[in-house]
């Protein structure tokens, strides 16, 4: 069964402060590890896809990266509007079937 | 470019109600899906479909109905609410398998 589990749960941090989210994942056969960002009230937003280990991504403060096990948002230089829940999610069996983690609220005060 | 559209934004339903909660994109994309959301929860696919006439279940389809009869809309009827399905359901599409998924705003639902 595929699983997903994101850490931490809930993350505070000040303006400028970088840190890591982390995703952890079990998969049989990956087809692909998606970053989405949630802002409340909202839909989750598409950041990243990663489809092999030692794949990077990068948009503004925002980095991806990939390994066979586990997967890490890096955040540089956080600013106040970074804040938001950020969900990871694999696909497995047809990427259509999405495995959503449980997602790590991220908030960063100024 | 309207994305993926969901209408009602939220509503209020008594136990043993039926409704259908609407999802239309304008995006041309194959594969939909919707999830429900819960606290602690993560999101769970409910059902999904990879074009018209097309349809399968996710993880947790029990309560839930769907239809695809265009590309376009992806309907998910609830035949006899129960205050179980109180959540927040999301629709998504993509364009092809392995393609990030667009997600709509969701319904909020209340179930009493």
Same mark, same amino acid.
């Given at each position: 069964?595929?699983?997903?589990?994101?850490?931490?749960?809930? %993350?505070?941090?000040?303006?400028?402060?970088?840190?890591?989210?982390?995703?952890?994942?079990?998969?049989? @056969?990956?087809? @692909?590890?998606?970053?989405?960002?949630?802002?409340? @009230?909202?839909?989750?937003?598409?950041?990243?896809?990663?489809?092999?280990?030692?794949?990077?991504?990068?948009?503004?403060? %925002?980095?991806?990266?990939?390994?066979?096990?586990?997967?890490?948002?890096?955040?540089?230089?956080?600013?106040?509007?970074?804040?938001?829940?950020?969900?990871?999610?694999?696909? @497995?069996?047809?990427?259509?079937? %999405?495995?959503?983690?449980?997602?790590?609220?991220?908030?960063?005060?100024? | 470019?309207?994305?993926?559209?969901?209408? &009602?934004?939220?509503?209020?339903?008594?136990?043993?109600?039926?409704?259908?909660?609407?999802?239309?994109?304008?995006?041309? +994309?194959? *594969?939909? /899906?919707?999830?429900?959301?819960? &606290?602690?929860?993560?999101?769970?696919?409910? +059902?999904?479909?990879?074009?018209?006439?097309?349809?399968?279940?996710?993880?947790?389809?029990?309560? *839930?109905?769907? /239809?695809?009869?265009?590309?376009?809309?992806?309907?998910?009827?609830?035949?006899?609410?129960? &205050? /179980?399905?109180?959540?927040?359901?999301?629709?998504? /599409?993509? *364009?092809?398998?392995?393609?990030?998924? +667009?997600?709509?705003?969701?319904?909020?639902?209340?179930?009493?």
């Amino acid at each position: 069964e595929d699983q997903v589990t994101q850490s931490p749960e809930a %993350l505070r941090l000040q303006e400028g402060e970088s840190s890591s989210l982390n995703c952890s994942y079990t998969v049989s @056969g990956l087809r @692909g590890l998606f970053w989405y960002r949630q802002d409340p @009230g909202k839909g989750p937003e598409f950041l990243f896809t990663l489809y092999s280990a030692g794949e990077e991504k990068e948009k503004e403060r %925002l980095k991806a990266t990939l390994t066979k096990k586990e997967s890490f948002l890096h955040i540089t230089a956080p600013k106040p509007e970074d804040s938001a829940t950020y969900l990871c999610a694999v696909g @497995g069996g047809g990427a259509q079937k %999405l495995v959503f983690g449980q997602g790590t609220r991220l908030t960063i005060n100024p | 470019n309207a994305g993926v559209t969901q209408t &009602p934004k939220f509503q209020v339903l008594k136990t043993g109600q039926s409704m259908t909660l609407q999802c239309a994109q304008d995006m041309n +994309h194959e *594969y939909m /899906s919707w999830y429900r959301q819960d &606290p602690g929860m993560g999101l769970r696919l409910i +059902h999904y479909s990879v074009g018209a006439g097309i349809t399968d279940q996710g993880e947790v389809p029990n309560g *839930y109905n769907v /239809s695809r009869s265009t590309t376009e809309d992806f309907p998910l009827r609830l035949l006899s609410a129960a &205050p /179980s399905q109180t959540s927040v359901y999301f629709c998504a /599409s993509s *364009y092809r398998e392995s393609q990030p998924q +667009h997600f709509g705003d969701g319904t909020r639902l209340s179930i009493l």
